[in-house]
């Protein structure tokens, strides 16, 4: 079998434009693998604890990982890091589309920057190169304006733009990456990131094909996916908010500000009444069958243009049901907004939701709003907020930072309805439904996350999820409503997977099960790679994203959820369904000792770092007096 | 992809002779496997602690694997466990041969025996069916004799037999059990439990060849293995004893009661010697194509019949250089005595040789040996010697019950030179030599054991096992003389590897790698396991082994190993290499961390019990009051 896996990063210091090219050994590519293992290698080795997320000290990673851009479904997606201004701590966001694989294509499996430019500027990486150049012709325009500019200037239109739009270079604190204009590395705040280093976008081009060492297994794999179309036809027609109205039947929609877990507008905002309404297209990324992306038209009373895709459930449960908003069009206009801009439509979501309750409330008057009625369900008003937030004007300024800070800002009862943990704003999934969700919220590493979660009901039922479970020795369902031992043990292997995945940047979208994700990774590398190598690699991220953590100084008590969360819904499928603190309080006690954590304070053991090969990190812990 | 694995369990008391069949669901095979973690189920389940070993309330288990019997090479092993009346913890025996394939195909991964027979019985099972048959006519009765007897007296001579021969009967504490008349389920003294329950012999027989969900993978396996014989051509050619001199010459062959690493006789001991002289044939075991077993034949001085196979490795080292007998004749002689009359190689030799440094040393004189001139390198001495343990006859029965009673007993400086873990006599691999070796004697459940052992030097250079170990995340060679945390952390995953293989009692010497382990496992069994599920079993066995002890009372200060090895060899290759006490025990106390284990005690925590989904042993020791 061949050996041998190459990967060069480029480095550049946008403070004197300078650029090089590292190229590290084989075996730091076995560990750390790329995506957030990685970043959060990176992050703890160069950056000193306590710096400004938004000042010239952090490091902005975009990074692929080692099976990024081969062709196979789920292999086009990137991650970009830094320390998240949202959070104060580790701070990654995932993304789609053609500009991981190009990235590759283009000879870099990451890139590092570092300082901050004088004057705005964008990168172009191509075939093994990289260039600082000039951008500020470019700032203050929308992507699809920036994207055009740069493809015009590079005389390609074939390069991909990863970038911000002018919310990002406003340092609105969730401001996201958008790549190919209508795919967001949406959460933790890295857009702002970028914008404080005034890098407007990165362009990537590369023309050598990403080498892989057993093509003959992608292709079967291939073929095994396209003969399995019923596996992922539903995401396919229906995209991901196709399950919008069996989270509304179960009672786990987040609808009001997380107040109720169904929404009488459920179907109106759902991914059939999509299909059947405004959508034109289906949309893929890089060599993927599955095609979940949405591509939407509309011209009354919202215009919408296709070129921003269409929106995810995430969006369609953010900026519709948790504002009570029924409208689609109004949410695919909510949509092409924060995509022109590079906004997070989670966090937006969730920050005007918190709006709306402090409205209805009596905490914000019109005289805070601008006279904006900013109740629930009025979807003109989410639409001004929005722009407001934009153009960080008039309570969209303080909107802009963030729900938590937003909150305390307000002070008296506002923080209680801030939904958000570690200071980033909870995505669309309800704890009450799904009980290890909820932990997962806590103990995350970028707060309230959903991309590297455990969603209980699909755990509960014979769903293929839990058959292929059985390759980790998980063998038999688990109630959704409960949080045991048992669901603990589930939860802990399961987001090390998730981890891992986020590590090889690895889609979750197209049905593989545990096995086929490890051929996929033997295939590319030519590795004799195992589950358990891919296991430990996520808890090699699990480890490094929380050691970056305890070094900022967080605690176990900032691995909590709202309270909101343990206050049964008294209405819905859910009434009276309790889901205890004390069992949450349970259930992370045992997960950090799981994770061979301290049972107090969260903190990784000297043993488990050892153990996972990371004994530099119980020094650099050390040093800081962790434990 | 075919699901379902059916598995059937024998169940006799012997007080009754009542039988019984039990057929445990699916998941209970995924979970617990067979052979080490299914004994050790069961033994937690069924005995109250302190009962005597050797009474009737202790239960014999023998066990094969999910895929023990199908056609591969390596899977025609055994397990055979029992409470140890060597330790007095958890003990298990594996031996190779036909036995356990053939018990597969009689239809049963196991046999639990129970109770005492008031009068000698033979357990015959065959085709689904158990019968508990007269054997007042083969006690006392050489194992070859006692073969062909019941062959005889069942009108078959396929009939596989399991047996014990006097030195069982006779509760020698050593005693073992043997398939075939020359193979042996050699450690733990499992033959005296045997003898206790007055069961002298099971004999197998089954006509139902055993499912396979996936024979293609199994052929694609076999013809792999035939295409690179070069893998283990070696243990072919010379046998396990192939190895003796490279041992030597590294300053690592256990010699003269481990007193020294290197033996001016090893080449006459040698595989290479054995090859060369007495060995007439190759012979091999169910489906392998390692033949790694002699056949070897004398006339004078020494008679040795080639029924009885020929000494291993273990066998050479314990009775040859151990002992210093240079002679391989007189080896190959002790080798039959105690196949015929089922005795374990290695305790024998380390107990003879023990007695031998004391009558050197004056603690035994000729008075107590009735005569016997019991030194270092007669080989006459140590066959009177070998002839009176298994009459249990003057110096005999003192040595029969283990080099760690009969130290007790003779008092004085005796203890000091027993070669014994928890009364295990410790087999012959050298911890100055191998540091990580050292560890595993004393955390093994059985005492001093190689079986599921890590052999340091394997690892210190380019093997195929280091190769192989990429595959657990084991990257860069270790050096062998060294116990820091990466040598930990290599010992802590492969012994898990180990405690597995004990589990599927799969034999470690076909080269097969982790991948294709992990492929057996699903060709036989159907189930789209990993090596992670795998490890998980293995680490499922060594925290149910190491909780029956627990609940016997075993403490930290019982994992430990004997003072001589903390004291360099002052000539040899290894002259003057320290292996500290200090390195030893801070890599134990790392060992149980990364074990999950209280750093101090060494028991289980609750959450490791919990995440292995073993909550019922966590509530066993919390019934205990452990901890």
Redesign the interface.
Known sequence: MPYGYIGKILRVDLSDSRITVEEPEE?FY??YFGGRALIAYYLLKELQPGIDALGPENILIFAGGVATGVPISGSGRNSVGAKSPLTGGYGDGEVGGFWGAELKRAGFDAIIVKGRAEKPVYLSVADGHGEVRDAAHLWGKETTEAQKAIRDELHDDAVRVAQIGPAGERLVRYACVINDVNRAAGRCGIGAVMGSKRLKAVAVRGHQPVPVKEPEALKRLSQWLLANRDLFQGLHENGTAGGLMALDAAGGLPTRNFMQGSFKGAEAISGQTMRDTILVKRDTCFACAVACKRVVKAESPYDVDPVYGGPEYETCAALGSNCMIDDLKAVARANQVCAANSIDTIAVGTTIAFAMECFEKGILTPKDTDGIELRFGNAEALLQALNLIVARKGIGNLLAEGVARAAEKLGGEAPSLAMHVKGQEVPLHEPRLKHALGLGYAVSPTGADHVHNFHDTAWSQETKLLR?S????I??PLPAQRLD??K??AF?YFTLWRHFMNSAVLCIFPPW???QV?EIIRAATG???????L???GERAANLTRAFNVREGFASGDDDIPDRFFHAFTEGPLAGVAYSREAFLAAKR?YY??M?WD?ETGIP?A??L??L?L?WVAEELGRHGKP
């Open positions: 075996n076995r560990r292929d059985k390759t980790l020795g063998l038999e031992a048992r603990t043990r802990t099960s545990y096995s490890a590795w004799d790679t195992s589950i358990w190598e296991l430990k690699v045992l000792q799981m061979g049972e053991t043993a488990k050892h153990e090969d004994g």
